[in-house]
């Protein structure tokens, strides 16, 4: 950060030397974190700043509170060690960009590295130094609420922009945040999608699907790791040593510290693989736990184990020198004096949630054209409970958002649309079951040329600890828009959820279907400007839609079963005659009661023109293995557009099963209408390359690549790459 990306040999010599003039309990105080008191700076914590006993708070963003908290560190405490200020930071501080499930529908890294940037810009004018974002989880399970967090279900796309974030937070000059990997590792794969719940992932998939992106955050120069509260078959990772030691620090090389999850140490406890506390401060000291997040094991244990020798003073020694080279290649040291200030938000952090929001926001539907609409040529109504919720639209994870500058649907269209707009929220939450306010509802569409329906999910019901069973729409919302259906009157659906939602039945009344996430600030605006084509659609889903919850996992690389099936193998659960042989279904691998593709699959998302792939090859193998692939892309339609242009590949014949396709790159591509443009796609052996058990290994021979705009893409050449 401040002295490099990375950590500089100089901030190890710095804190090397500060370790030799630190006693054991000055030593311990650094590896311990305690909440801030609300902007307050009350005796007891002025006394534990004051006597070093503690080296980072956690949830103060008072720039007055935090600015007389590093003084005391600075002037009164043993060795004017700094703070380490944590805030969760996720998708914005004051200004607030979509969820990150709704930022990788951009699929634009630059966007979300500039969206990073902003957010350290703003929390480092209040005080704060460190977030614990970005979250690497790959996320395959909407159930959990905190896919919501994630970069959805692709490894890639994960790893992408994970070190975007990663960039966006640590390189703004003097206004940046050191960033935290989290959660360490697999706990997006928690049973049933229910928080906390155990994970259990094969090493192959670990390797290939969990791990990756956790690698690229660490080559990004990330500065801190945070491990996963689920226990991964059978360990919790906050005392697990292989995870946090071997492969993190020896395997890859990490030099950054790990910071526990909330009392995750105090929960190895309550795991029932340590006895007491005590026993759980040995056992995440030993497997690499640099500091606790406020559960107070190693406050009140960590002393007695060095001193009765369980704990060697070498293990503490080093993770407490871990911490300090952070301080100082973060800069920390260099800043003590600074002045913080409440932030106010500037019009370019507005603007780059704007385009954020805009960039977020999926097209999945357009009957007939019906989208974008023509300004001021029909009069609109404006229905559903997410249509006026400035807080709701924010999403998950916002508590420094400034609701006050949010802009509602409502809002923004009534900039434009004044006496034209009909606006009614027809149900108070998405939650609500009623009907009453329905029959007025389809009066007011029926006065109006076209109408627009936002449904969905409040922040609430996504998020941390908020997991579903049923990922429908909640309440009575589908039933309004059979009502509204009926009225024979174009209906756009807006749904502002923080999942996948299965929604079979509204994808197939709307006429129009535009995802959007929860879009956070700039909400209003940026929908209204995809509505009227003052902006090209260009999201893309980087999730799976499913049409059932129990299709869940349902996602685009998976697999490849040894009975596939195929649309001849199918059968319906309707079709299947009263007393039928048990061979009578196609055994092979699919549900009776669900069509088995997703309802819009990984990577799929219209524009408002359209694009046409031809001419797709392999123009050469490249000197170090591997190949260089090259396609033809066309704007085929009668506006400019941004296509998000997919290669996929498959390895044909592995010595473990391998997925059925894999994304290995994408590129943006603006065209205007009628224009094209040859793309290529280099590949190396190292992106062929996959963990089999034992090794990371490149196998050479065939497989097939495919281009196009989403997991489905059907362009396809054979390869065989040695
Ligand atoms: C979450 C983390 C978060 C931490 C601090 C925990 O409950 O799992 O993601 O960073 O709280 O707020």
Redesign the pocket.
């Known amino acids: 950060m401040a002295e490099a990306a990375t950590f500089s040999a100089r901030a190890r010599s710095r804190a090397e030397k500060l370790l030799g003039e630190m006693t054991l309990a000055q030593k311990i105080g650094q590896m311990v974190q305690i909440e801030g008191a609300d902007g307050q700076v009350p005796l007891a914590l002025r006394q534990q700043v004051a006597s070093g006993a503690i080296g980072s708070v ?2 103060e963003v008072d720039p007055a509170a935090i600015a007389e908290l590093q003084r005391i560190a600075r002037e009164e405490s043993p060795n004017g060690i700094p703070l380490l200020i944590g805030r ?1 930071v996720i998708h914005g501080f004051k200004t607030v960009f979509p969820i990150p499930l709704g930022m990788a529908a951009s699929w634009n890294p630059e966007l979300v590295e500039e969206a990073a940037r902003v957010s350290a810009a703003e929390a480092a004018e209040q005080g704060v130094n460190w977030t ?1 974002s970005p ?1 690497l989880d790959v996320s395959r399970d909407p159930r959990w609420g905190r896919i919501a967090e994630s970069f959805g279900e692709d490894p890639l796309l994960t790893a992408e922009f994970g070190t975007a974030m990663v960039r966006g937070y640590q390189n703004g000059g003097d206004r940046q945040l050191i960033s ?1 990997l ?2 360490f590792v697999g706990y997006g794969a928690c049973e049933a999608g229910k928080d906390y719940a155990s994970t259990n992932i094969p090493d192959t998939e670990l390797h290939n699907v969990y791990l990756p992106p956790f690698l690229a955050g660490v080559r990004a120069g990330a500065q801190s790791l ?1 491990p996963s ?1 689920s226990d991964l078959n059978g360990s919790p990772p906050s005392g697990n040593r292989w995870l946090l030691r071997d492969i993190l620090r020896e395997r890859w090389g990490f030099e950054g510290f790990v910071i526990s ?2 009392a995750s140490i105090a929960q190895l406890v309550v795991h029932g693989v340590a006895a007491d506390d005590e026993d759980a401060a040995r056992q995440s000291v030993v497997a690499g736990v640099n500091m606790d ?1 406020v559960s107070g094991a190693y406050a009140g244990h960590l002393e007695l184990l060095v001193k009765a020798d369980v704990v060697p003073v070498p293990v503490v020694d080093e993770l407490v020198c871990e911490l300090l080279t952070a301080k100082y290649a973060a800069g920390l040291f260099d800043q003590a004096k600074r002045r913080y200030s409440f932030c106010t938000p500037t019009a370019e952090a507005e603007d780059a949630a704007l385009r954020a929001a805009q960039e977020s926001i999926v097209l999945l539907k357009n009957s007939d054209g019906l989208l974008p609409l023509a300004e001021g040529a029909s009069s609109l109504c404006l229905l559903g409970p997410l249509a006026d919720q400035p807080d709701e639209q924010l999403g998950t994870w916002v508590f420094d958002g400034d609701v006050s500058r949010s802009v509602s649907l409502k809002q923004a269209l009534e900039r434009t649309e004044g006496n034209q707009l009909q606006y009614d929220a027809v149900l108070a939450t998405s939650r609500d079951r009623s009907h009453s306010s329905f029959a007025q509802a389809c009066q007011r569409a029926e006065a109006s040329d076209v109408t627009v329906l936002t449904l969905g999910e409040e922040a609430i019901l996504s998020g ?1 600890a908020h997991c579903r069973a049923d990922i429908s729409l909640p309440g009575s919302q589908l039933a309004l828009a059979q009502s509204l259906k009926a009225t024979g009157k174009p209906l756009i659906v807006v749904v502002m959820a923080g999942r996948p939602l299965a929604i079979p039945e509204l994808a197939e009344l709307a006429d129009a279907l535009l995802y959007v996430w929860h879009p956070g600030s700039m909400a209003g605006p940026a929908i209204a400007d995809v509505l009227f084509g003052r902006v090209e659609a260009t999201g893309r889903l980087p999730v799976t839609l499913p049409r059932s919850v129990g299709q869940v996992p349902i996602y685009y690389a998976h697999g490849k079963t040894g009975k596939p099936a195929t649309p001849e193998t199918i059968v319906h659960i309707d079709d299947i005659d009263a007393k039928a042989p048990q061979t009578s279904v196609g055994n092979t691998s699919f549900h009776l009661d669900v069509d088995p593709s997703p309802l819009y699959p990984f990577g799929f998302g219209l524009s408002y023109t359209k694009f046409e792939f031809s001419d797709f090859q392999e123009v050469r193998a490249t000197p170090l293995g591997g190949v260089e692939l090259s396609a033809l892309v066309r704007n085929i339609g009668d506006r400019p557009g941004r296509e998000v242009v997919q290669l996929y590949v498959r390895d044909k014949v592995a010595s473990v099963t391998r997925p059925v396709r894999e994304l290995k790159a994408w590129q943006l591509v603006t065209l205007e209408a009628g224009a094209s443009e040859q793309i290529r796609f280099r590949l190396s052996r190292d992106d062929l390359s996959f963990y089999n058990g034992r090794e990371t290994v490149f196998e050479p021979g065939g497989f097939t690549a495919w281009v196009g705009n989403s997991s489905d893409a059907d362009l396809s050449i054979e390869l065989d790459v040695r």
């Open positions: 956690i949830n969760d614990f979250m935290c989290k959660h945070m509260f999850d909330w997040m941390e």
